[in-house]
């Protein structure tokens, strides 16, 4: 919840700010700032979401074993691990690219601050280095934690096909739905954006999927994750139900 509050006040206020004036300043420390409260929500993300897989696997492969693994202590150790990476990764970005030099023109083809913006702008060799910088980091901190997920999620497909009830196999599949869809929402679009190359597709397209993951996902989340709750489901199911009969009413 916090990663999500965090993206989205890092872009969403300034992002209406734009649609409503048609564009609009941001000054170089400040475009710097929101890239590393960007980032910071970013790859957050990605490790709290690699330790959700690891708590519904054990849920699923081990469920002898979960309540004297996953206590208190281990699940802090996991929340702020995930955060101080989170922060460390990001200022090492941070400090690379406030030391980048940029001659013009000073306009970024984007609705918020992203690395691949700002290093267009600029104008020297050293921003080679940031690039190599970046895509050292991705392989540990973000490509990592991927293969991670996958793996938790085979082994948890080959647990549930073994469940000999069909009841038994929904309510295993139930548990680690929600965070399934996140994570296909999520990384889909981020490794489309950042892992494929720009050639192949067009700037216009980056924008609208960079728009699904730092407006879209955010609000989607509460969403997702509020539908294993029965009093939520109930009441969605009766708010549905009254619409329809009111435009049933309606169109007599």
């Given at each position: 919840s916090l990663a999500d509050v965090l993206l989205s006040t890092s872009i969403t206020p300034n992002f209406l700010r734009l649609l409503l004036n048609g564009g609009g300043t941001i000054s170089a420390t400040g475009c710097i700032t929101q890239f590393y409260f960007y980032c910071v929500s970013t790859v957050s993300e990605f490790y709290l979401l690699t330790a959700m897989a690891y708590d519904r696997y054990l849920a699923i492969c081990s469920p002898l074993h979960y309540a004297s693994i996953m206590g208190f202590r281990l699940c802090l150790y996991m929340s702020l691990c995930s955060w101080g990476l989170a922060l460390l990764i990001c200022m090492i970005m941070k400090l690379l690219i406030h030391n980048l030099q940029f001659c013009g023109p000073f306009y970024i083809d984007h609705y918020f601050c992203d690395s691949s913006p700002l290093l267009e702008l600029s104008c020297t060799d050293h921003?080679?280095?940031?690039?190599l910088t970046e895509i050292i980091?991705?392989?540990?901190?973000?490509?990592?934690?991927f293969c991670f997920i996958i793996y938790t999620y085979v082994a948890i497909g080959l647990a549930i096909l073994r469940i000999s009830s069909t009841e038994g196999r929904h309510k295993a599949f139930s548990t680690c739905s929600s965070h399934l869809i996140v994570v296909c929402m999520y990384y889909r679009t981020l490794i489309i954006v950042y892992m494929v190359p720009s050639e192949g597709h067009n700037f216009n397209i980056n924008k609208m999927l960079s728009l699904l993951y730092t407006v879209g996902t955010p609000c989607f989340n509460p969403v997702v994750y509020s539908l294993r709750n029965n009093d939520i489901k109930v009441v969605l199911l009766?708010?549905?139900?009254?619409?329809?009969?009111l435009g049933d009413l309606y169109t007599m």
């Open positions: 921003k080679e280095v940031v690039k980091l991705m392989i540990p901190f973000t490509i990592l934690p009766k708010q549905l139900q009254n619409g329809i009969s």
